[in-house]
């Protein structure tokens, strides 16, 4: 099993729409969740990151943890057609060293 | 702004020759990396370097070398390089490890590579 699970896609959407995007987990030490964007043919770039859980919101996105349950979400308002890429979540455990670990990402397609 | 860059874009190789990717990044990062990403498996680290002087394994070592050359370049070497090591090889850097409380990883534009 997956340390990280997140769903490949692809998801496709009307313009406007509300994109719903979530990763699971099983490492209960993970403590930091990030989500990377990644156009096509082009390195990932971080697009928002949260600490324990809770919610945070910046624009268009918003992004909720859920510790108990083990699960992350990435919500995306009055999606637009440059939301189109695909959507890695990544998580890191309160401890030193380096454990970060990605999701498989999911491809979003939003049509004008 | 640069970020980091790495080289060649794109290669082809044949099975059992060796290359070497370069990287470099110019916003003074005590920290770089090299993954590897495959349809279906996300991005899986291959080494690291914490700092300049040093280098770790990562999740998928074996076939790799990698040089911490000085602060600002990392480069990966294939040995031999086999058709399994087909794949988009992306260069990372932050500032410091680890990589949560906000710490950017900042990735390069990858290097696709065949092996045949």
């Known amino acids: 099993q997956k340390e990280v699970e997140q769903d490949p896609g692809p998801l496709s959407v009307p313009e406007g729409a509300i994109v719903s995007l979530n990763c699971t987990y099983s490492n209960s030490a993970f403590q930091y969740f990030m989500w990377y964007r990644q156009y096509s043919r082009k390195g990932p770039e971080l697009l928002m990151y949260t600490y324990s859980s809770g919610n945070k919101e910046d624009g268009r996105f918003t992004a909720q943890v859920d510790k108990s349950s083990k699960y992350i979400s990435l919500f995306i308002r009055d999606s637009q057609p440059s939301d189109s890429a695909t959507y890695l979540c990544?998580?890191?455990?309160?401890?030193?060293?380096?454990?970060?670990?990605f999701g498989a990402g999911t491809r979003l397609f939003v049509k004008a | 702004n640069a970020g980091v860059t790495q080289t060649p874009k794109f290669q082809v190789l044949k099975t059992g020759q060796s290359m070497t990717l370069q990287c470099a990044q110019d916003m003074n990062h005590n920290s770089m990396y090299w993954y590897r990403q495959d349809p279906g498996m996300g991005l899986r680290l291959i080494y690291y370097?914490?700092?300049?002087?040093?280098?770790d394994k990562g999740e998928v070592p074996n076939g790799y070398n990698v040089s911490r050359l000085n602060k600002r370049e990392f480069s990966l070497r294939l040995e031999s390089a086999a058709p399994s090591q087909t794949s988009v090889y992306f260069c990372?850097?932050?500032?410091?490890?680890?990589?949560?409380?906000?710490?950017?990883?900042?990735f390069g534009e990858g290097s696709w590579l065949t092996v045949v």
């Open positions: 370097s914490a700092s300049e002087g040093t280098t």
């Open positions: 990544a998580m890191t455990p309160n401890t030193g060293g380096f454990k970060t670990i």
């Open positions: 990372a850097s932050s500032e410091f490890l680890p990589t949560g409380s906000g710490n950017t990883i900042y």
